[in-house]
Nanobody, 121 residues
Framework: QVQLVESGGGLVQAGGSLRLSCAAS????????MGWYRQVPGSTREMVAGITSGGSTIYADSVKGRFTISGDSAKNTVLLQMNSLKPEDTGVYYCNAVRVVTTDGSRNDYWGQGTQVTVSS
């Protein structure tokens, strides 16, 4: 199993910055990609940013130019630098890790417990 622990959330005013961290442990071999998802009350969990094992990154349109995802494979850690925060960025941010099962090509997703980010106006 893969364990993911998020940290770095908190309360910040609009225009401020936060940095989220996700530390992976356990059976972390063959992780193909990691990312951050955001969920607000009454809504579904949506992808914010992702990074592949090869270093390719993707971002939701709403955060492009403001958020940056990076990884440190040696430390098994993924970071999300969030700048120019807006109230609509508020939500619980979950770390995600993906492993593709080589035997059948299926995908396994692992999730952290989440960290709260609140942006006040």
């Amino acid at each position: 199993q893969v364990q993911l622990v998020e940290s770095g959330g908190g309360l910040v005013q609009a225009g401020g910055s936060l940095r989220l961290s996700c530390a992976a442990s356990g059976s972390i071999y063959s992780i193909n990609a990691m990312g951050w998802y955001r969920q607000v009350p009454g809504s579904t969990r949506e992808m914010v940013a992702g990074i592949t094992s090869g270093g390719s990154t993707i971002y939701a349109d709403s955060v492009k130019g403001r958020f940056t995802i990076s990884g440190d494979s040696a430390k098994n850690t993924v970071l999300l630098q969030m700048n120019s925060l807006k109230p609509e960025d508020t939500g619980v941010y979950y770390c995600n890790a993906v492993r593709v099962v080589t035997t059948d090509g299926s995908r396994n997703d692992y999730w952290g417990q989440g960290t709260q980010v609140t942006v006040s106006s």
